[in-house]
């Protein structure tokens, strides 16, 4: 099969395209004809081998862990899917990625494709959406009437960030550059900050839970604008916890965990109509360097999509 890989860490010059033996099927696995892949900061960072005290793996190595396409073969133990379905998934990180003709994945971490979305949609959601749900559903238990802040509402988690926020009925602010204030606004943001002109600490505004995902800084400074008895939760690195404390605040850090049920609620939540992904670029699965040199530059709306079948 055709896939993209690596054979050794380093830059966007590791890149390989080329024919690797399709994946082997365990009980447990669909093999996915995979259509659509997407393409995440954690790719290229696993890519320069920055992970590798938390993951070890085996060369040659597929990246990416976002998937869109449709079921071609079962293993014996699958109960929950049939050849033919279409699909979406986070697949297990510890394994060989989507940037592939074909991906076996654990059929408890997929879920039926939405089917008002296509496959380039579809792949566009599953890690942002489940990082976003688990942090303000699931870790800060996001409630009507709250304040949210979430930093780069513009970006790939931060679209669902807003949506799922809205959706359980809290007031939303977010950080964006001007160009991206509309798409915030768009997706439900109540309060806009271009972070380029204005200073998101100075307007003397408290929320009951900041969303970081940007790090560095810009979470530093989060600490003074959460209530206290709050939350400041990162996807990017752990709060200080001592800083925390002494505001009284709570602060929480975490690497996601995949899950296909919860995947499939918040495809519920797209086919009704409540959320919606953001696809900011489509590439051919051959220009993945070009696709892993836009996500390094982080100025984006949405998600970055790699288009394989």
């Given amino acids: ?30 093999l996915i004809e995979v259509h659509a892949a997407a393409v995440n900061p954690v790719d290229w960072k696993i890519r320069n081998g920055w992970l590798q005290q ?34 979406f998934s986070r697949p297990d990180i510890a394994r060989n990625g989507a940037y592939a003709e074909h991906i076996a994945v654990d059929e ?30 699931d870790r800060a238990g996001v409630q009507a009437g709250q304040r949210v802040l979430i930093h780069a509402g513009a970006g790939g988690v931060g679209v669902y960030a807003i949506q799922f926020a809205k959706h359980f009925g809290a007031e939303v602010t977010t950080t964006v550059s001007a160009r991206n204030a509309p798409l915030a606004q ?26 970081d995902t940007v790090g560095a800084d810009v979470q530093e400074k ?29 602060g929480a850090w975490f690497f996601l965990e995949p899950d296909g049920e919860k995947l499939a609620k918040i495809g519920r939540l797209i086919e009704e109509g409540r959320v919606k992904p953001v696809v900011g ?4 699965l051959a220009e993945a360097a070009k696709a892993h040199e836009l996500s390094e530059h982080r ?7 790699l288009r394989v079948k």
């Fill in 108 to 137: 408890r971490l997929v879920a039926k494709k939405p089917s008002n979305l296509s496959f380039e949609e579809a792949a566009a959601v599953p890690l942002a959406a489940l990082t976003a749900w688990e942090a303000l559903v």
């Fill in 222 to 250: 989060s600490l003074d604008v959460v209530k206290p008895g709050g939350l400041l939760i990162s996807i990017v690195s752990p709060p200080q916890q001592e800083a925390c404390e002494a505001r009284g605040i709570r």
């Fill in 1 to 30: 099969m055709k896939a993209v890989y690596i054979e050794a860490y380093g830059g966007r010059d590791q890149l390989r395209y080329g024919e690797l033996p399709e994946p082997q099927v365990g009980p447990r696995d669909v």
């Fill in 54 to 87: 938390r993951l070890q793996y085996a060369f040659p190595l597929i990246l990416g862990w976002d998937v869109a396409g449709v079921v071609v073969r079962t293993g014996p133990e699958v109960t929950r899917f049939r050849v033919g379905d279409e699909v």
């Fill in 299 to 305: 100025h984006l709306q949405g998600k970055i999509v």
């Fill in 186 to 211: 768009e997706l439900g943001a109540d309060r806009v900050i271009d972070y380029t002109a204005e200073d998101f600490t100075k307007d003397g505004r408290v929320y009951d839970i900041v969303f």
């Fill in 281 to 284: 670029a489509v590439f051919p």
